[in-house]
């Protein structure tokens, strides 16, 4: 079946600090690909997305490139901030399966000033 | 324009009762997702709503049921809670059940059973 992992966390960077977050997916069919953003305390913001192999989704600094050859979906950010700190996940929606987003268990980030 | 909005934001209910959650999707919006994030953990796919009806359904049992009125908000009901259905509950809503298309999410509604 269709599944999502992520690096685990937490992650704790500096400010400034360069980031990725490593996001590996299984589809049994062409998915869209999709990072999703929690804030404490608050629902999912979409952060960016991607729908085919080889499209670049970005947003706020963040980017993510579509790899079907490698099945990833890595988030990378060239500088953070502490107002980044948040949990990121990494989810998946395959077009046999209309809209149903499977997440993986999230990546918790902290930034320090 | 108003997002995805849910009702209550905290729950407190006690084994074996039952709990209705409401969900209002983003204008313009016909299709409602929900999902189940236990602490620590992503979503969980609980089951879709489009033109009323339950279009596809997560691994949950079958104390957990919905429903999607005319104007697309959409409930969720738990029946017989167990400790384990303490989680937060959040609802999506879409323009259509596309795998293409971005699902916005509620703030969610907080339940916990004691």
């Known amino acids: 079946g269709n599944s999502v992992t992520q690096m685990e966390g937490p992650v704790t960077l500096s400010e400034e600090a360069f980031l990725t977050i490593n996001c590996t997916y299984t589809?049994?069919?062409?998915?869209?690909l999709f990072w999703y953003v929690q804030y404490p305390g608050e629902g999912l913001q979409l952060l960016l997305k991607?729908?085919?192999?080889?499209d670049k989704g970005s947003n706020k600094g963040f980017e993510a490139t579509y790899r079907k050859e490698t099945t990833s979906f890595h988030l990378e950010k060239g500088s953070v901030q502490v107002s980044d700190s948040a949990v990121y996940f990494c989810?998946?929606?395959?077009?046999?399966?209309?809209?149903?987003?499977?997440f993986g268990q999230g990546t918790e980030l902290s930034v320090k000033p | 324009d108003a997002g995805v909005t849910q009702s209550p934001t905290h729950l407190i209910k006690t084994r074996g009762q039952q709990v209705t959650l409401r969900c209002s999707p983003k204008?313009?919006?016909?299709?409602v997702s929900w999902y189940q994030q236990a602490l620590g953990q992503g979503p969980q796919f609980i089951f879709q709503?489009?033109?009323?009806?339950?279009?596809q359904r997560g691994n949950f049992p079958d104390r957990f049921s919905g429903h999607q009125f005319p104007n697309y908000s959409s409930e969720l009901n738990v029946n017989a809670l167990l400790l384990g259905d303490s989680a937060l509950y959040l609802c999506?809503?879409?323009?259509?059940?596309?795998?293409?298309?971005?699902?916005?999410f509620g703030p969610g509604t907080r339940l916990t059973v004691l």
């Open positions: 999506a809503s879409s323009l259509e059940p596309s795998s293409f298309d971005t699902q916005y």
């Open positions: 989810a998946l929606s395959d077009q046999n399966q209309g809209g149903k987003l499977i």
């Open positions: 204008s313009g919006h016909d299709t």
């Open positions: 709503y489009y033109e009323e009806e339950e279009r």
């Open positions: 991607a729908t085919k192999a080889d």
């Open positions: 589809a049994t069919g062409y998915p869209s």
